[in-house]
Nanobody
Framework: QVQLVESGGGLVQAGGSLRLSCAASGMIFSIYTMNWYRQAPGKQRELVAAITTGGSTNYAASVKGRFTISRENAKNTVHLQMNSLKPEDTAVYYC?????????WGQGTLVTVSS
């Protein structure tokens, strides 16, 4: 059974930083693209960042230059380094992958940015 477990969320002041991590199990981690999504209260879930098996990355325009996604295949872990955080970054952040056409989600980790 594929499982994704996020960690690293919390409360931070605007301008601060947080590092989220997502530990995967039950899958050959290195051969799957990994994604970070977020969902703010009253809004739709949106893709924040993605990293392919080869290490290519993509970012939402709203976080480009502030967030960095990375992966450690040896540890089955994907990270999201978030710098220069803004109140509008407040959301539940989810780790995601498409595993054999099945969307797999973690339970989410809450990030709250105070102004």
């Amino acid at each position: 059974q594929v499982q994704l477990v996020e960690s690293g969320g919390g409360l931070v002041q605007a301008g601060g930083s947080l590092r989220l991590s997502c530990a995967a199990s039950g899958m050959i981690f290195s051969i799957y693209t990994m994604n970070w999504y977020r969902q703010a209260p009253g809004k739709q879930r949106e893709l924040v960042a993605a990293i392919t098996t080869g290490g290519s990355t993509n970012y939402a325009a709203s976080v480009k230059g502030r967030f960095t996604i990375s992966r450690e295949n040896a540890k089955n872990t994907v990270h999201l380094q978030m710098n220069s955080l803004k109140p509008e970054d407040t959301a539940v952040y989810y780790c995601n992958t498409n595993y054999h056409r099945l969307e797999v989600w973690g339970q989410g980790t809450l990030v709250t940015v105070s102004s």
